[in-house]
């Protein structure tokens, strides 16, 4: 399968800064991202939706000016969290999705965990 | 109401025993996949099995088999010959309409399977 890669995997900050995550497709063209948050043995909830060249798409109750993603290109998106509180310690997982019609297209980080002190 | 169900927060098996997991779902689509991912304690989601609404067979994939109930609206993973490795949260997530990577998952809560000696 296609390789998505996340980094950084693990991130520790200060409460006020703000953290970067990108999210690469290795081998394949993104045409869509997804990003993903999902607390100790929770699920996983869909934040946002990113198309290629676009405006990200956010779920409801998710912050847009808070969560920014930008997906510049067919192989990046990027999470900023800005001004990170503790509340937003969580395990990021971000997904890439193709053009076609195969249906396992959407392949999946290995997350980021994020730590807000 | 939600979309993908799953009721067994936790599930015990013993090793080379079969387990099922359960999982249904609730769409008005007619055209909608169905997918399995394995979550193990490093955060990675590995993608086990897929059904599409419109296969008429079970999914298979080496020891997973997917019991696609379509009228009942259920789509369980059954694991054979269980082993050590296959304890980890397990998801069953739903793809609406069609689009390839391009629609976003809806996940279901996760079970959590533990594989005993």
């Known amino acids: 399968g296609a390789v998505v890669s996340q980094h950084p995997s693990r991130v520790i900050c200060k409460s006020g800064t703000s953290v970067k995550i990108e999210c690469r497709s290795l081998d394949f063209q993104a045409t869509t991202m997804f990003w993903y948050r999902q607390f100790p043995k929770q699920s996983l909830m869909l934040m946002a939706t990113s198309n290629e060249g676009s405006k990200a798409t956010y779920e409801q109750g998710v912050e847009k000016d808070k969560f920014l993603i930008n997906h510049a290109s067919l192989t990046l998106s990027t999470l900023t969290v800005t001004s990170a509180h503790p509340e937003d310690s969580s395990f990021y997982i971000c997904s890439a999705g193709g053009r076609g019609s195969s249906y396992n297209e959407q392949f999946f980080g290995p997350g980021t965990r994020l730590t807000v002190l | 109401a939600q979309k993908i169900t799953q009721t067994q927060p936790g599930m015990f098996v013993q090793e080379k025993e079969a387990v099922t997991l359960d999982c249904t779902y609730d769409t008005s689509d007619q055209s909608y996949g169905l997918f399995w991912y394995k979550q193990p304690s490093s955060g990675e989601m590995i993608f086990l099995i897929y059904?599409?609404?419109?296969d008429e067979q079970n999914a298979t994939e080496g020891r997973y088999s997917l019991n696609f109930q379509k009228a009942r609206k259920s789509a369980n993973l059954v694991i054979s010959a269980s082993q050590l490795g296959d304890s980890a949260m397990y998801f069953c997530?739903?793809?609406?309409?069609w689009g390839g990577g391009g629609n976003k998952l809806t996940f279901g809560t996760g079970t959590q399977l533990k594989v005993e000696l």
């Open positions: 059904q599409g609404s419109y």
């Open positions: 997530a739903m793809r609406e309409g």
